[in-house]
């Protein structure tokens, strides 16, 4: 019988550790992995000769493989798991994962193993001569057995990987078709455009890995490593696209709610109206209510709870229908003003505004210098710096003689009988909406210095003369001046 000497396989015992170590610690994980499990199977196969010399090292090489196949497959139990959780360190032994291609590598580690074994493996002696026959018979073609061996563990091997790599690279390919089409699919709909870009970057990456050709240009792994990669990204910019739907829902909720009471306040403007008998075109206000009805079952459907709740796509959907109802609501409004406006306010300069004549205390400021007048808070100082600049050029205060107007005032001042009225309709007046004021122009009117003054100064503290009331206007009125905040139009 041979034997194998033990501090042959003692010392190649710890020239293996050292090596497998040393790869796991300088090998790129990509390279220092396989030849890592490699030389672990290696090591099996010496660690089976030190404790029986006696063992063949074809039978080693057997052992030995299926020992690391048995240690790899109980990653597919949850046994290894718990023990690594109590034991860490174990994970030199024990590995941490199962992955097919560490078998490949595992068959090969053991076929090399064998090899390694035979070599250090005196030849047998012939010691009775008379049996001579029957041990070359026997034991002299051990040594070419363990050839094909060898050879049908590195073919399997080679196979295995093979087969890995095919697979592995279907699945990349099939990643890389998902990644594109996200990364179409989510222009403009992410918080953050960088996530975009790194999906962007993974897909080229991916792409140069799947042109690779296998174990030149690429190792097993690498089409893994690409997919898990895109799965990241993937993850990374769906996550960004819930972020910006969040974001455009809850930015379209907070803007409805001012629609809708802007909404409101116009149709119950309108209904006084028709109450009257000067009421708008029914079905625009039926539109109108419609579209208010509309957004608030959307704003009901969609709180916070529900957007938690929701996924990807319908989140998205949600986002979109809320700016939809949005965009409804504010045109709906429009059209019922406009509808209202045709009715109450007959010139095209003059527009109808539900608010007109019924701003509270608060939303208007006194004119310090004339007691009684007042004009929109925020348009007073530009008036109060007009007057200051009057006073220093004619040494008297404007004289106003109207400024803002309630809607009772209005009704009063308005004589529908008159063919050159003094004031507009009710509701139609910008004195109602607080921002215009009639400054005396004395005698000459166009024609006096007053007039040419207010003309040349009266902008840069943000009044003006409207075209209306120009000499070539509608109604010429020099002493009718009015903020450039006036809203014109819807
Ligand atoms: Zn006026």
Redesign the pocket.
């Known amino acids: 019988m041979t034997r194998v000497p033990r501090t042959a396989s003692a010392l190649l015992v710890l020239l293996v550790v050292a090596a497998g170590l040393a790869a796991r610690e300088l090998l790129p994980g990509a390279v220092g992995g396989p030849v890592g499990d490699g030389l672990y199977a290696v090591l099996v196969v010496l660690l089976v000769a030190l404790v029986r010399p006696r063992t063949t090292p074809v039978v080693a090489a057997v052992v030995a493989l299926v020992v690391c196949a048995a240690i790899e497959l109980s990653h597919l139990t949850p046994y290894p798991a718990q023990v690594l959780e109590r034991l860490p360190e174990a994970r030199y032994v024990l590995g941490t994962t199962f992955t097919v291609t560490d078998l490949a590598w595992y068959a090969l580690g053991a076929a090399v193993g064998g090899v390694l074994l035979a070599a250090v493996t005196p030849r047998p002696r012939v010691v009775d001569q008379s049996l001579r026959h029957l041990r070359s018979a026997g034991k002299h073609r051990r040594g070419p057995r363990v050839v094909p061996l060898v050879l049908v563990l590195l073919l399997a091997g080679g196979a295995v990987v093979g087969w890995f790599m095919w697979s592995e690279t279907q699945d990349l390919d099939a990643k890389v078709d998902d990644a594109r089409a996200a990364h179409a699919a989510s222009a403009d709909k992410v918080a953050d455009d960088a996530v975009r870009a790194d999906l962007e970057a993974a897909i080229g990456d991916a792409e140069t890995v799947l042109a690779g050709t296998p174990v030149l240009d690429r190792l097993p792994g690498d089409a893994t490593d690409a997919r898990e990669r895109l799965d990241r990204e993937l993850e990374t910019v769906h996550d960004s696209r819930v972020e910006f739907a969040l974001a455009e829902a809850a930015e379209a909720r907070t803007a409805l709610e001012p629609a809708r009471r802007r909404a409101e306040g116009v149709l119950a403007a309108t209904q006084e109206l028709r109450e009257d008998g000067q009421g708008a075109n029914e079905a625009v206000s039926a539109a109108l209510r419609t579209s208010l009805d509309s957004a608030d079952e959307t704003l009901a459907a969609t709180d916070e709870k529900a957007l938690a709740e929701a996924g990807l796509a319908r989140l998205e959907d949600v986002a979109a229908g809320l700016a939809v109802r949005l965009g409804d609501l504010e045109g709906a409004t429009t059209d019922l003003l406009t509808a209202q406006d045709a009715v109450v306010c007959p010139e095209p300069d003059q527009v109808w505004f539900p608010q007109a004549g019924k701003l509270s205390e608060k939303e208007l400021a006194p004119l310090p210098w004339a007691p009684g007048y007042a004009v929109r808070a925020d348009v007073v100082d530009g008036l109060v710096k007009l007057n200051d600049a009057y006073r220093a050029h004619f040494g008297e205060d404007l004289t106003v003689n109207?400024a803002y107007r309630s809607y009772d005032q209005q009704v009063e001042v308005y004589d529908p009988e008159d063919p050159n009225p003094l004031?507009a309709p009710p509701g139609c007046?910008n004195?109602g909406l607080g921002t215009?004021?009639?400054l005396s122009m004395g005698p000459e009117g166009f024609d006096g210095d007053r007039y040419a003054w207010l003309k040349e100064h009266a902008e840069q503290f943000g009044w003006t003369h409207p075209d209306w009331a120009e000499p070539n206007g509608r109604l010429p009125?020099p002493?009718?001046w009015q903020s450039v905040k006036t809203p014109v139009e819807y």
């Open positions: 109207s004031a007046s004195h215009a004021v009639d009125e002493w009718h």
